[in-house]
């Protein structure tokens, strides 16, 4: 089974979200979802200062397997994105919860946080095999 930090929230497309202490969320993929995933070889990110809707694609991950978008748990403001992964795109890979982390939102609507699964929801969802 994939790991699944405890402190994080999902979206059932394999996303995760941390709340900051800024009020920023961070989101990135899944440990599940870097797997399935293979080698990620390419990461498109978004542009800082784009404005995104909940489960919106808002990036590109490209592996050599296959290209995969990354939705928006959230709607908001991209304020910061993970400038490493264009030279080291297999940080997905080796830390999808730490430095492997793709882009950084301000909410506008803070009550999606609550909307998201949590560890446990988001285990019965890779059960199913969703």
Do not use: C
């Not at 202490?21 to 080698?39: E, Y």
């Not at 909940?54 to 709607?75: G, H, L, N, R, W």
């Amino acid at each position: 089974m994939s790991h699944i930090p405890r402190d994080l929230r999902y979206l059932s497309s394999h996303e995760w979200a941390r709340k900051e202490a800024d009020g920023t969320l961070t989101v990135g993929i899944s440990d599940h979802a870097q797997d399935a995933l293979g080698d990620v070889v390419f990461v498109e990110v978004p542009e800082i200062g784009r404005m995104v809707v909940a489960e919106e694609a808002s990036a590109v991950v490209e592996s050599v397997k296959a290209a995969s978008d990354i939705y928006s748990p959230f709607t908001g403001e991209i304020v910061a994105v993970n400038e490493e992964l264009k030279t080291k795109p297999e940080l997905i890979n080796q830390e999808p919860y730490g430095s492997g982390w793709i882009m950084k939102i301000r909410p506008s609507k803070v009550e999606e946080y609550a909307k998201l699964l949590d560890a446990d929801g988001y285990t019965q969802v890779l059960e199913k095999g969703e």
